[in-house]
Nanobody, 117 residues
C-alpha cells in the first residue's frame, strides 16, 4: 500500500486545516488507517485512527477538535483539525495497517503543520 498525504501548512491559533491521505495498491488488505504526528525532539504519537469497520480512536489531546473520516470511493482518509493550538505543530504522517499474507504497516511521506501567530 502506498500513501500520499497532503494538506499541511501554516495556520494561526484557533484556525482549521484538513489533511488528506490517498491510498493506492492493495487497498482491500487495509484494516485500519490513521494519523500520527511527530514534533521536534519528541517521539511519533498517535493522533487518530479509523478501522475498516468505522471505529475511531483519538488521542486525548485532540478529542473534540479533530475528526477523522474517509471517502471509500476516493480511497482517501481525512483529518479535519479545528481549534488548532501551537502544541499541535508537528509533521503529520498518514498510516495504514493490514495483512497480505504477512502483516504490513505503511506510512505517508509526512506533511508539516505549523500553528503560529
Amino acid at each position: 500500500v502506498q500513501l500520499v498525504d497532503s494538506g499541511g501548512g501554516l495556520v494561526q491559533p484557533g484556525g482549521s486545516l484538513r489533511l488528506s491521505c490517498a491510498a493506492s495498491g492493495s487497498i482491500f488488505a487495509i484494516t485500519a488507517m490513521g494519523w500520527y504526528r511527530q514534533a521536534p525532539g519528541k517521539e511519533r504519537e498517535l493522533v487518530a485512527t479509523m478501522t475498516s469497520g468505522g471505529d475511531t480512536n483519538y488521542a486525548e489531546s485532540v478529542k473534540g477538535r479533530f475528526t477523522i473520516s474517509r471517502d471509500n470511493a476516493k480511497n482517501t482518509v481525512y483529518l479535519q483539525m479545528s481549534s488548532l493550538k501551537p502544541e499541535d505543530t508537528a509533521v503529520y504522517y498518514c498510516n495504514a495497517e493490514g495483512r497480505v499474507g504477512a502483516p504490513f504497516r505503511s506510512w505517508g511521506q509526512g506533511t508539516q503543520v505549523t500553528v503560529s501567530s
